[in-house]
Protein backbone atom coordinates (compact mmCIF):
# COMPACT_ATOMS: atom_id res chain seq x y z
CA UNK A 1 0.00 0.00 0.00
CA UNK A 2 1.47 3.22 -0.98
CA UNK A 3 1.58 5.90 1.40
CA UNK A 4 2.10 9.95 1.63
CA UNK A 5 2.40 11.50 5.09
CA UNK A 6 1.74 14.99 5.64
CA UNK A 7 0.98 17.09 8.98
CA UNK A 8 -2.24 17.38 8.91
CA UNK A 9 -1.72 20.96 10.73
CA UNK A 10 -3.08 23.71 10.97
CA UNK A 11 0.33 25.27 10.64
CA UNK A 12 0.47 28.70 11.93
CA UNK A 13 3.27 31.12 10.31
CA UNK A 14 3.72 35.43 10.51
CA UNK A 15 3.26 37.11 7.55
CA UNK A 16 6.90 37.47 6.01
CA UNK A 17 8.66 34.58 7.82
CA UNK A 18 9.48 31.26 5.85
CA UNK A 19 7.01 28.25 5.63
CA UNK A 20 8.18 24.40 5.96
CA UNK A 21 6.13 21.97 4.90
CA UNK A 22 6.96 18.43 4.74
CA UNK A 23 6.05 15.22 3.35
CA UNK A 24 7.00 11.83 3.75
CA UNK A 25 6.28 8.67 1.24
CA UNK A 26 6.62 5.29 1.36
CA UNK A 27 7.00 4.19 -2.22
CA UNK A 28 10.65 3.97 -2.89
CA UNK A 29 9.83 3.04 -7.03
CA UNK A 30 8.38 6.59 -6.96
CA UNK A 31 9.64 9.04 -9.31
CA UNK A 32 7.50 12.37 -9.60
CA UNK A 33 7.03 14.40 -6.62
CA UNK A 34 4.20 17.78 -6.93
CA UNK A 35 3.07 20.08 -4.54
CA UNK A 36 -0.20 21.39 -5.08
CA UNK A 37 -2.14 24.33 -3.24
CA UNK A 38 -5.62 24.21 -2.95
CA UNK A 39 -7.75 27.27 -1.84
CA UNK A 40 -10.98 25.88 -0.24
CA UNK A 41 -13.93 24.97 -2.36
CA UNK A 42 -11.52 25.37 -5.16
CA UNK A 43 -8.95 23.04 -7.42
CA UNK A 44 -5.81 21.67 -6.61
CA UNK A 45 -3.25 24.30 -8.37
CA UNK A 46 0.25 22.95 -9.58
CA UNK A 47 2.73 24.90 -7.24
CA UNK A 48 6.14 22.88 -7.91
CA UNK A 49 7.46 19.08 -9.64
CA UNK A 50 10.61 18.06 -8.58
CA UNK A 51 12.03 14.90 -10.02
CA UNK A 52 15.68 14.52 -8.52
CA UNK A 53 17.50 14.88 -5.47
CA UNK A 54 18.30 18.59 -4.77
CA UNK A 55 16.66 21.60 -4.32
CA UNK A 56 14.18 23.42 -7.14
CA UNK A 57 13.45 26.40 -6.83
CA UNK A 58 10.65 28.84 -8.54
CA UNK A 59 10.15 32.61 -6.81
CA UNK A 60 9.19 32.29 -3.17
CA UNK A 61 8.38 28.79 -3.38
CA UNK A 62 11.47 25.41 -2.99
CA UNK A 63 10.85 22.22 -3.19
CA UNK A 64 13.31 19.87 -1.63
CA UNK A 65 13.62 16.09 -2.33
CA UNK A 66 15.54 13.50 -0.67
CA UNK A 67 15.08 10.15 -2.09
CA UNK A 68 17.42 8.63 0.11
CA UNK A 69 15.07 9.61 3.07
CA UNK A 70 12.05 9.37 1.35
CA UNK A 71 11.24 12.44 2.06
CA UNK A 72 10.36 16.17 0.09
CA UNK A 73 9.28 19.22 1.71
CA UNK A 74 7.91 22.88 0.64
CA UNK A 75 9.33 26.35 1.34
CA UNK A 76 7.51 29.58 1.15
CA UNK A 77 9.56 32.75 1.52
CA UNK A 78 7.80 35.99 2.24
CA UNK A 79 4.99 33.84 3.51
CA UNK A 80 1.55 36.33 2.55
CA UNK A 81 -1.84 35.86 3.59
CA UNK A 82 -3.16 34.68 0.06
CA UNK A 83 -0.67 31.71 1.16
CA UNK A 84 -2.93 30.67 3.26
CA UNK A 85 -4.34 27.41 2.05
CA UNK A 86 -4.20 23.24 1.81
CA UNK A 87 -1.11 21.62 0.38
CA UNK A 88 -1.07 18.60 -0.95
CA UNK A 89 1.75 16.43 -1.76
CA UNK A 90 1.62 13.78 -4.29
CA UNK A 91 3.95 11.25 -5.23
CA UNK A 92 3.61 9.42 -8.88
CA UNK A 93 5.70 6.21 -9.68
CA UNK A 94 7.42 5.21 -12.48
CA UNK A 95 7.33 2.83 -15.58
CA UNK A 96 4.20 0.48 -16.86
CA UNK A 97 1.84 -0.37 -14.31
CA UNK A 98 1.67 3.27 -12.31
CA UNK A 99 -1.49 4.27 -11.56
CA UNK A 100 -1.42 8.13 -11.13
CA UNK A 101 -0.99 10.13 -8.06
CA UNK A 102 -1.12 9.40 -3.97
CA UNK A 103 -1.79 12.23 -2.58
CA UNK A 104 -0.93 12.86 1.40
CA UNK A 105 -4.02 14.13 3.61
CA UNK A 106 -2.73 17.98 3.25
CA UNK A 107 -1.51 20.40 5.21
CA UNK A 108 -3.13 23.45 6.07
CA UNK A 109 -1.32 26.47 6.39
CA UNK A 110 -2.13 29.60 7.92
CA UNK A 111 -0.26 32.85 7.38
CA UNK A 112 -1.34 35.59 9.91
CA UNK A 113 -1.22 39.24 9.05
CA UNK B 1 -1.70 27.24 -21.81
CA UNK B 2 -2.63 24.56 -18.76
CA UNK B 3 -6.17 24.73 -18.74
CA UNK B 4 -8.78 22.38 -17.61
CA UNK B 5 -12.34 23.22 -18.32
CA UNK B 6 -15.27 21.41 -16.76
CA UNK B 7 -19.07 21.96 -17.15
CA UNK B 8 -21.27 22.10 -15.16
CA UNK B 9 -20.13 23.75 -12.40
CA UNK B 10 -22.84 22.62 -10.01
CA UNK B 11 -25.11 19.83 -10.13
CA UNK B 12 -28.11 19.08 -8.50
CA UNK B 13 -28.94 15.62 -8.85
CA UNK B 14 -31.70 13.24 -7.30
CA UNK B 15 -31.21 9.56 -7.03
CA UNK B 16 -33.17 8.27 -10.03
CA UNK B 17 -31.73 11.00 -12.12
CA UNK B 18 -29.72 10.26 -15.25
CA UNK B 19 -26.85 13.28 -15.59
CA UNK B 20 -23.15 13.60 -16.87
CA UNK B 21 -20.40 15.59 -15.74
CA UNK B 22 -18.14 16.82 -19.11
CA UNK B 23 -14.09 17.57 -19.38
CA UNK B 24 -12.23 19.16 -22.17
CA UNK B 25 -8.70 19.93 -22.34
CA UNK B 26 -6.83 21.39 -25.77
CA UNK B 27 -3.42 20.83 -24.63
CA UNK B 28 -3.20 17.80 -26.83
CA UNK B 29 -2.59 15.94 -23.74
CA UNK B 30 -2.92 11.95 -23.96
CA UNK B 31 -4.02 10.75 -20.37
CA UNK B 32 -7.06 12.68 -18.56
CA UNK B 33 -8.62 11.55 -15.34
CA UNK B 34 -11.60 11.85 -12.87
CA UNK B 35 -11.38 12.26 -8.92
CA UNK B 36 -13.73 12.58 -6.31
CA UNK B 37 -12.82 15.07 -3.30
CA UNK B 38 -15.08 14.80 -0.24
CA UNK B 39 -14.38 17.36 2.22
CA UNK B 40 -11.24 18.08 4.01
CA UNK B 41 -10.21 14.88 2.62
CA UNK B 42 -7.73 14.71 -1.10
CA UNK B 43 -8.59 13.23 -3.80
CA UNK B 44 -9.03 9.80 -4.70
CA UNK B 45 -8.42 8.46 -8.41
CA UNK B 46 -11.42 6.83 -10.05
CA UNK B 47 -10.39 6.40 -13.89
CA UNK B 48 -7.74 7.14 -15.80
CA UNK B 49 -7.70 7.02 -19.83
CA UNK B 50 -4.19 7.04 -21.58
CA UNK B 51 -4.90 7.74 -25.52
CA UNK B 52 -8.64 7.27 -25.67
CA UNK B 53 -8.67 4.00 -23.57
CA UNK B 54 -9.25 2.89 -20.44
CA UNK B 55 -6.56 1.97 -18.33
CA UNK B 56 -7.25 2.12 -14.60
CA UNK B 57 -10.55 1.71 -13.23
CA UNK B 58 -9.73 2.44 -9.54
CA UNK B 59 -12.83 -0.35 -8.08
CA UNK B 60 -15.69 2.46 -8.97
CA UNK B 61 -19.30 1.38 -8.48
CA UNK B 62 -21.21 0.80 -12.02
CA UNK B 63 -23.51 3.85 -11.25
CA UNK B 64 -20.14 5.63 -12.60
CA UNK B 65 -19.50 5.35 -16.11
CA UNK B 66 -16.78 7.42 -17.71
CA UNK B 67 -16.45 7.65 -21.81
CA UNK B 68 -13.71 9.13 -23.78
CA UNK B 69 -15.30 10.21 -26.98
CA UNK B 70 -12.11 11.81 -28.35
CA UNK B 71 -8.97 12.92 -27.15
CA UNK B 72 -9.75 15.92 -25.75
CA UNK B 73 -12.85 15.35 -24.37
CA UNK B 74 -13.88 12.93 -21.35
CA UNK B 75 -17.30 12.49 -19.96
CA UNK B 76 -18.49 11.00 -16.83
CA UNK B 77 -22.06 9.50 -16.95
CA UNK B 78 -24.37 9.26 -13.58
CA UNK B 79 -26.94 6.96 -12.43
CA UNK B 80 -28.66 5.67 -9.64
CA UNK B 81 -26.56 7.80 -7.22
CA UNK B 82 -26.49 7.96 -3.21
CA UNK B 83 -26.58 10.49 -1.33
CA UNK B 84 -22.60 10.08 -0.15
CA UNK B 85 -21.54 10.34 -4.24
CA UNK B 86 -21.86 14.22 -3.28
CA UNK B 87 -18.37 15.50 -3.89
CA UNK B 88 -16.06 17.73 -5.80
CA UNK B 89 -15.75 15.86 -9.25
CA UNK B 90 -12.11 16.84 -10.57
CA UNK B 91 -10.31 16.05 -13.88
CA UNK B 92 -7.46 16.33 -14.84
CA UNK B 93 -5.12 16.02 -17.84
CA UNK B 94 -1.14 15.07 -18.58
CA UNK B 95 1.04 14.95 -21.33
CA UNK B 96 1.79 11.46 -21.33
CA UNK B 97 0.18 8.79 -18.81
CA UNK B 98 1.15 7.86 -15.44
CA UNK B 99 4.47 7.12 -14.98
CA UNK B 100 6.45 8.71 -17.65
CA UNK B 101 8.23 11.51 -17.17
CA UNK B 102 6.00 14.05 -18.74
CA UNK B 103 2.98 12.99 -16.15
CA UNK B 104 2.39 16.04 -14.38
CA UNK B 105 -1.74 16.85 -14.32
CA UNK B 106 -3.33 19.53 -14.53
CA UNK B 107 -7.01 19.82 -12.87
CA UNK B 108 -9.74 21.09 -13.81
CA UNK B 109 -11.99 23.65 -11.86
CA UNK B 110 -14.40 20.55 -10.67
CA UNK B 111 -17.99 19.91 -10.43
CA UNK B 112 -19.64 20.06 -7.13
CA UNK B 113 -22.01 17.25 -7.36
CA UNK B 114 -25.02 16.86 -4.37
CA UNK B 115 -27.72 14.01 -4.64
CA UNK B 116 -30.88 14.19 -2.90
Known amino acids: QKEVEQNSGPLSVPEGAIASLNCTYSDRGSQSFFWYRQYSGKSPELIMSIYSNGDKEDGRFTAQLNKASQYVSLLIRDSQPSDSATYLCAVSESGGGADGLTFGKGTHLIIQP | DTEVTQTPKHLVMGMTNKKSLKCEQHMGHRAMYWYKQKAKKPPELMFVYSYEKLSINESVPSRFSPECPNSSLLNLHLHALQPEDSALYLC???????????????FGPGTRLTVL
Open chain 2, 92 to 106: ASSQDPPGSSTDTQY
